[in-house]
């Protein structure tokens, strides 16, 4: 059974910083590309950071040079830390992993995170 169990948010004022982790469990976690995405209310769901099985990353343009992805395979978890925090960062935070098979692209997501911005 998969799972990917998200941790680490919470309530933080504007300015601050909060690090997500994202624990994965039930697949071989070195061959996944990682990410996450969030969702604000009213709003679609959004990308916020990718990294590849290989360590590439990638950002959302409105997180670039505040947010950080990274993984440790050897723990089958991906973090994202988040500095400069703004209210606009207010969202559920999901972890996602992804492959693509021969004939098809598997997706496992978590359950969420709240991250609340505010003062």
């Known amino acids: 059974q998969v799972q990917l169990v998200e941790s680490g948010g919470g309530l933080v004022q504007p300015g601050g910083s909060l690090r997500l982790s994202c624990a994965a469990s039930?697949?071989?976690?070195?061959?996944?590309?990682m990410g996450w995405y969030r969702q604000a209310p009213g709003k679609q769901r959004e990308l916020v950071a990718t990294?590849?099985?290989?360590?590439?990353?990638n950002y959302g343009d409105s997180v670039k040079g505040r947010f950080t992805i990274s993984r440790d395979n050897a723990k089958n978890t991906v973090y994202l830390q988040m500095n400069s925090l703004k209210p606009e960062d207010t969202a559920v935070y999901y972890c996602?992993?992804?492959?693509?098979?021969?004939?098809?692209?598997?997706?496992?997501w978590g359950q969420g995170t709240q991250v609340t911005v505010s003062s």
């Open positions: 996602n992993a992804n492959r693509d098979m021969s004939d098809r692209k598997v997706n496992y």
């Open positions: 039930g697949i071989l976690f070195s061959i996944y590309h």
């Open positions: 990294i590849t099985r290989g360590g590439t990353t």
